[in-house]
Every structure is written in C-alpha cells, then in structure tokens.
C-alpha cells in the first residue's frame, strides 16, 4: 500500500478541477506494487512514495486487545477487522466481502466511500479543517439553514456537537433552562448515550456504569407492544402505556416537569414501534404539566424512517427540541441540537464547543443530505423498507424462533425467543444467526433490554437485491437453530 496525499496535491497545487495527468500518476503509484520508497519530481514538486505493509489479521485484534479498553467490545467470536467499503459493502483485512446491513449501527446513510461526500470533505480538508464555535463557517450556517427547512414544525436553530450523546445531553440542558424546572421523564428499553446524564436517561441496566447516576430522572413505561407492560394486545390497546404519564408525573416527580425524552422508534431497545397515536397523548401530558418534548432522531432521522425526513413526521407530532447525529454526515463525527427559536434563545452565551460545527464535518452532512435529496432516498426507504418487512414476514411464518418483527422503512428488527406463547427471549439463537450471516457474507446488528433481538439498518441506497441476499443469509441461518 503506497502512502500519498493526492487529495492534497490536487486540491493545493493544481485547485479543483480535474487533473488527468495527476490521476495517471496516482494510478501508476498506486498499482507500483514493487515500490518501497521512490522520489518523483512532477511538475517541479517533489513527491515520496511508501509503500506501508498491512498488518496481518491477526496482528490487528491482538494490538486492539492489548491496547484499547475492553469494554470496547466487538461483534462475533472471532472480532471482524475491516479494512475498506464501497457503497453497500465492507471489506475485511483478508479481503472477504460482506453486504453491510447494520451501516456501522445506521450510520454510513448514503453507502460507504460516497463519492460525493468523499469530494465534499476533501475539498474542505483543503480549505480548512477546523475553526471551533468561537468563528463562523459557511459549511456550519448552510448546515444549520438546511436543517431549518427539512424539520417539522418551527425548529429553526441549531447548536452542533460532535455525538448523539453530547445533543441529547444538550437538549436536556436546553429544556431545564428553558422551563425552569428539572425533572426529566425517558422510556424504559430507551438508549440516550453514555454520559452520566443519558446513561441515567437509558432504560437499559446494562448500559448504566458507574457507583451513581445523575438526579432528576424518570423512567415511563415503554410502547412495548409486543411485551405490553400492561398485559394488552393491539386489539385491545387502549394506548394505557401513554396515558399512564400523569399518573408518572403526579406519583414520581414534583408534578413539574421540564421535558420528555423519547425516540420515535427506540433504537437499541429493540427498534419498538410505539402505537399510532401514542406520541400525541404523551405530549400533551408533559405540556400540561409543563414540560416540553426532545425527540431523539439519532436513529430514525434522515429518511430512514421511509417517505419522511424525521421519525417523528409519521405520528404527526411537532417536538419543541429535536436531535441528531449517526446518519446526518454519512459517518464523520457529529451531533446537532435543533429547537423552536424561543427555546433555543433561552441557552446563556457563554458556551462552547470545540469541535462542535466542525467545517469538514458540516461539509459531510450537507454532502449527504443533498446526496439524501437528490436520489430521493426516502422514498426509497420505505419502498425497499416494505420488500424487506413482507420478506421478514414470510421467514416469521417459517420459523417459530421469530416471535415478532417490527419496524419501518429500513430500520427492522427480528425478535428472538424460544417459545412463541411464552415469548421467553433466546439470545442464544441471535448470537447463531450472526454468526451463520456473517459466514455467508452478511453484517447485522443485535440490540434489546434481553440481547434477543437482530436489528437490520442497511444504507439507504439499499436495492430488493441487496434485501434479496440479506433475506437468503438470514433463512439459511435460522435454519440452523
């Protein structure tokens, strides 16, 4: 592998456009495997060429097992070392191929190697790579403008970070200087991140590390349909689960709230679909008892809910405060906290970021929103997203292992369990088909409060085909249980 910054050379030295003489050059350097160290003179600029040997496989998981903190903790038996993507697929450092549908757990929204978004961040790269929220940059206004226009409702300001965690730790910040009051309400199965504050947000014990947690927190019943905490079924739902938020607020708080937190599909809960008009019972309790509703979109944002920009379009509720990261950039690290403008007035001045709005970053988004836009892949989502729900429906049909399938657009998930009447969780049976998938070319994603249930987020350019080969991984994997 020759090591050289065409990018650089190109975008400095010889400006935008295109450069075939380069391009030549970087073929030949590129396919000069015999090369270990050679000088080019090119137009007066001098160039070296290395040519860098890989580690092996093995010799990159020992490295990360000796040096980065276990808790990182990595998918399968034997950890999976990626090396290079294109589009839909990942390659490993053996160079096996894997059809990518978890995109790095619904992130790589546009595929991987986007080559729009790929010439978005090196021509920024170029031009300067980093200024902090003490300056403007056009990437970040643009972005925030962009923002403004795509959201429901009146969500118009934006403060950017550089993670889901630091935006929802934001927007809870935002909602108890805004409403004066303290008390927060999340969902149970709900995952916010990992700081002290969202790991005290998150429904889920496991993700919860430390001897104490932040004050000021809690936890509603979630719209678990399928495991109703109130014993119903869809056709006997009485949406209880919702209005069981007074009594929440009246018995576990101060009767004063300063908001609900929620993800419109719970994410590493297990992809939970709340019931139709769940969202409009909730907020209108917590407004009465004046709070106001942050709506966690880390997940669902960006088109991958199908036909819509946000989650939250699908149930006809406009949030006060709305965050997100994973997708918006295609995988470049970034958060935003975007909210109605007398809400975000409210923040005091003295605040910062430092990489918050990064230029490089900001350019990714904006690169693969218009990326999102002009291929229309919301729609696209929920086209590809239905021909993968009817086939998960048919393997249901097939399989007794599969107790419930849920989700929309192309965010679905598969849960697990080992007796359909009991609904008893099999994780077991979920650590069998990953690693069945990946024997047979396919990367999935698990999640669930029981680590019981295969969640399925391939990129948005995802084709029938793509759902086709995900589909045949997945049935010949469940029938080895």
């Keep these: 592998m020759i090591r050289l910054s065409f990018y650089a050379i190109k975008t400095t030295l010889l400006g935008f456009g295109p450069s075939p003489t380069i391009d030549a050059l970087s073929r030949v350097l590129l396919n000069e495997g015999a090369i270990r160290a050679k000088h080019f003179s090119f137009g007066g600029l001098a160039m070296t060429a290395h040519e860098t040997q ?51 757990v619904l992130t790589t929204s546009v595929g991987h190697a986007r080559p729009e978004v790929v010439d978005a961040v090196s021509r920024q790269v170029a031009r300067v790579a ?8 056009e990437p970040q206004a ?55 504050m969202n790991m005290t947000a998150t429904g889920h014990a496991p993700w919860k590390h ?3 947690l932040a004050a000021g927190v809690v936890h509603a019943a ?17 949406l209880e689960c919702a209005r069981d938020m007074e009594e929440l607020i009246q018995t576990s708080t101060t009767g004063r709230v300063a908001a609900l937190i929620a993800e419109p599909i719970l994410g590493v809960g297990g992809f939970i679909t709340p019931p139709k008009d769940y969202f409009k019972v909730v907020t209108e309790i917590v407004r009465r008892y004046g709070g106001i509703f942050i709506c966690d979109e880390v997940q669902t944002g ?22 997100f990261a994973k997708g918006m950039a295609n995988g ?29 970053t900001c350019a990714a988004a904006n690169a693969t929103i218009r990326v999102i836009e002009e291929n229309d892949l919301p729609r ?57 998938t990946r024997r047979r070319g396919v990367l999935i994603g698990k999640g669930g409060l029981y680590g019981n249930i295969i969640r399925l987020g391939p990129p948005l350019i995802a084709t029938k085909s793509d759902i086709d080969e995900l589909v045949a991984a997945l049935d010949g994997a469940f029938a080895m249980i």
């Design 380 to 436: 696209n989502a929920r086209m590809v997203g239905d021909y993968l729900r009817g086939k998960l429906e048919e393997l249901k049909e097939k399989y007794q292992t599969i107790g419930d399938v849920r989700g929309m657009g192309l965010m679905q998930a598969i849960e697990c369990v080992r007796d359909r009447e009991t609904k008893e969780p099999h994780p077991q049976a979920v650590l069998k088909v990953f690693e069945e």
């Design 302 to 323: 960006w088109g991958r809910t199908g036909d819509r920009w946000c989650g939250i379009e699908h149930w006809e509720v406009e949030p006060e405060v709305m965050t």
């Design 222 to 238: 979630a719209p678990y349909c399928y495991r109703c905490p109130f014993g119903l079924r869809p056709e006997t739902c009485s």
């Design 332 to 360: 470049s690290p970034i958060g935003c906290t975007t909210a109605i403008p007398e809400v975000a007035d409210k923040y005091p001045s003295l605040t910062f970021s430092t990489f918050g709005g990064n230029p490089v």
């Design 54 to 104: 890989p580690s092996s496989t093995a010799d990159l998981i020992a490295k990360h097992k000796e040096y980065v903190w276990p808790c990182a903790a990595t998918y399968y038996e034997h950890p999976l070392a990626l090396s290079h993507g294109e589009g839909m697929y990942v390659w490993d450092t053996d160079d096996n191929r894997y059809l990518d549908c978890f995109g790095g």
């Design 142 to 196: 643009d972005l925030a403008e962009k923002i403004a226009q795509i959201t429901p409702g009146r969500l118009k300001k934006s403060f950017f970070t550089n993670s889901g965690t630091e935006a929802d730790e934001t927007a809870m910040v935002l909602a108890r200087i805004y409403t004066g009051n303290t008390e927060i309400i999340a969902l149970r199965h709900a995952y916010h991140g990992r700081s002290v």
């Design 210 to 212: 430390g001897p104490s």
């Design 130 to 137: 980093h200024t902090s929220t003490l300056y403007v940059n």
